[in-house]
């Protein structure tokens, strides 16, 4: 072994990719909470039409 | 061969920034006027999917001040009025802005045309490329009649609340689109007035910045003398009662008079502020009572069938 390769393996690991902050974190929560709850209204919202629209007929259907 | 990564920082933008992109004073009107096409249409209409409707029709509104944004975000930053937008304080990027609009846009117009029908949906397409590619890119860095036209983008939401009932376009929309389309000049030249220095330096060619303040008061007054008489004809075309035909004229009159006052004012801008304030609760007021009127005469028409059966 190196003297380089011995220097490399006591080195502390380096830190890699990115790291957010405490205000990003935060941000990033609160756009992925909103965008569940667009989803969810979204799938409501057909539900919902789907039911007014189909009425009684939703079961009438070919087996 | 190098190549140079932009550095892509992690956003901070909470869902406030991405509301504000939707501009919800503009969709709040938006909803509102098309809750008045879709009021006074003949037929009948089930509320979820009225409500479907509006929700559409709010989202696609949201969608077209989106890509606004994007668009603009340059000139935004350039004027006091805007400076605050989310793009020009750093706190969503272009492209996210741009990416938000377009699916809101995509998803808007396909749930309108699946849920409601396609009549509706494709006058709401028309309207956000209208407002967008029309108004936002091409006529309003152009020309002084940027907001005239532009205007049309703003007149057709009762078209679509219309057309969200009946599935098509008839002449009692036509009327509303033509109130709003006529009141918007006057509307946004009594606002450019005291705003003129704000629009010349983003490099926008609104009329006072162009022709002038007294070109743009004697047009605020010729504008003003169409609308007043746009704003009774619901009444004289019978499709709104006397309550909004006295409504009408009365607030026609005023706006009259305070486009005159606008006319003859040398020194300051106390009469345009005036005139920007009251022409917002003119178009409220006429849509309000045009609203009243309809359920009013709806329910009367409901009570006088009870009893008689």
């Known amino acids: 072994m190196t003297i380089a390769n011995e220097a490399m393996e006591e080195a502390p690991k380096a830190e890699t990719g990115i790291r957010l902050t405490e205000q990003q974190l935060r941000a990033r929560r609160s756009r992925s909470i909103a965008i569940a709850l667009a989803l969810g209204a979204f799938v409501v919202v057909i539900f919902v039409v789907t039911l007014v629209k189909l009425g009684g007929n939703v079961l009438t259907r070919p087996m | 061969m190098s190549v140079t990564l932009a550095r892509i920082e992690p956003s901070i933008a909470d869902v406030g920034d991405y509301v504000a992109l939707l501009k919800p004073r503009v969709m709040s009107l938006v909803v509102f006027t098309a ?16 409500l479907t409707a509006l ?12 890509l606004n944004m994007w668009y603009d975000a340059d000139i935004d930053a350039r004027m006091a009025r805007t400076a605050a937008r989310p793009i020009p304080r750093g706190r969503v990027t272009r492209g996210e802005a741009a990416g938000f609009g377009l699916t809101l846009a995509a998803f808007s ?43 049309a983008a703003g007149a057709l939401p009762p078209i679509i609340g219309w057309a969200a009932v009946t599935g098509g376009v008839a002449v009692e929309p036509i009327v509303l689109f033509l109130i709003i389309f006529f009141w918007t000049p006057p509307h946004f030249w009594a606002l450019s007035l005291y705003r003129a220095e704000d629009y010349a330096r983003a490099g926008i060619p609104m009329l006072p910045v162009v022709a002038g303040e007294a070109e743009t008061r004697r047009q605020i007054v010729l504008y003003t003398l169409i609308l007043a008489p746009l704003g009774v004809a619901p009444w004289l075309m019978g499709f709104a009662g006397p309550l909004y035909g006295i409504a009408a004229v009365a607030a026609g009159a005023a706006m009259i008079a305070l486009a005159l006052r606008v006319r003859a004012e040398r020194q300051g801008y106390a009469a345009s502020k005036q005139m920007f304030g009251f022409s917002i609760l003119y178009l409220f007021l006429l849509f309000a009572v045009l609203l009243a009127d309809r359920l009013w005469g709806g329910l009367a028409a409901q009570a006088v069938s009870h009893f008689a059966a």
């Open chain 2, 55 to 66: 929700l559409c029709i709010a989202v696609g509104a949201g969608a077209a001040g989106a």
């Open chain 2, 109 to 151: 117009i396909a749930s309108l045309g699946l849920l409601v029908n396609w009549v509706a949906a494709s006058l709401l397409a028309f309207t956000i490329f209208f407002y967008v590619v029309i108004y936002t890119i091409w006529l309003k860095r152009s020309t002084p009649q940027n907001i005239v036209i532009g205007g």
């Open chain 2, 35 to 50: 809750l008045v096409g879709l009021l006074i249409a003949p037929g009948h209409l089930h509320p979820v999917i009225a």
